[in-house]
């Protein structure tokens, strides 16, 4: 069983960049996900990159201010957060795609990380 760290959380100013890093136990062979959740609120989708890295998604309140990578050999999946918002303030986790899931729902995903709090100051 894969076990998945985050790190790199932290308090910044709205307009700030953060960027959090996944380092995973042992090699991914999956589709990689940052998902986020805010007090009182759902789980929500955040980004996933393919195992090869070349495709990548992303939740539309995050398009064109975030951008996932990933690096095979040293099992790390970051997540750089450009232009954070109030809104992006959240527990940030790191998960991975179950191999019989093709969707991007948190129910899509395991190996939960323990997450990192981003929060973003107005």
């Known amino acids: 069983q894969v076990q998945l760290v985050e790190s790199g959380g932290g308090l910044v100013q709205a307009g700030g960049s953060l960027r959090l890093s996944c380092a995973a136990s042992g090699r991914t062979f999956s589709t990689m996900g940052w998902f986020r959740q805010a007090p009182g609120k759902e789980r929500e989708f955040v980004a996933a990159?393919?195992?090869?890295?070349?495709?990548?998604y992303y939740g539309d309140s995050v398009k064109g201010r975030f951008t996932i990578s990933r690096d095979n050999a040293k099992n790390t999946v970051t997540l750089q957060m450009n232009s954070l918002k109030p809104e992006d303030t959240a527990v940030y986790y790191c998960?991975?795609?179950?191999?019989?899931?093709?969707?991007?729902?948190?129910?899509?995903?395991?190996?939960w990380g323990q997450g990192t709090q981003v929060t973003v100051s107005s």
């Open positions: 998960a991975r795609r179950l191999e019989t899931s093709n969707s991007y729902r948190p129910s899509d995903f395991g190996s």
């Open positions: 990159i393919s195992w090869s890295g070349i495709s990548t």
